[in-house]
């Protein structure tokens, strides 16, 4: 009899483990748009050349991973650039991560262009970029 209630006794338990461990959300992973905090435009562009910038900036801890960049161009001088990282949720070394990366913004017309790194809160860092005929 004592065997038969300690036997049932685990089988309630094991049952509500299972139960509880299939209501862990799986850690995952989602994008967001992380703020750069300087960028190095080079010069000796024409309007056959692709335009790139060097952004750089820093990941608040090592869940932060480069993704991509987003560049779109609201104007014809105007050109919008967000750098979006995924981040991987769990446990995360809590360091500052610097990162630099290559956005190519395309081939643009002769003049003088604005590029903006736009961050995740609206604010955004502007460089002037001249492209030659």
């Given amino acids: ?4 209630l300690m036997l049932a006794t685990i089988a309630t338990f094991s049952f509500a483990m ?4 299939e209501q862990v959300p799986v850690p995952t992973q989602k994008e967001v748009i992380v703020s750069v905090t300087d960028a190095y435009i080079p010069g000796g562009f024409d309007s056959t050349s692709d335009v790139f910038v060097v952004v750089n900036g820093i990941f608040p801890n090592g869940c ?10 609201p104007g014809q001088f105007t050109h919008e650039v967000r750098s979006i990282a995924s981040v991987s949720q769990g446990m995360c070394l809590m360091v ?10 395309g081939q643009i017309g002769a ?11 609206g604010t ?10």
Wanted: proline share 2%; glycine share 4%.
């Fill in 1 to 4: 009899m004592k065997s038969l």
């Fill in 18 to 21: 299972s139960a509880a461990a």
């Fill in 64 to 73: 932060y991973k480069w993704s991509r960049s987003n560049v779109t161009h």
């Fill in 96 to 105: 500052l991560v610097p990162f630099t990366k290559e956005v190519h913004v």
């Fill in 111 to 121: 003049g003088d262009h604005k590029i903006r790194m736009v961050n995740g809160d």
């Fill in 124 to 133: 955004y860092l502007e460089k002037d970029l001249k492209v030659e005929e």
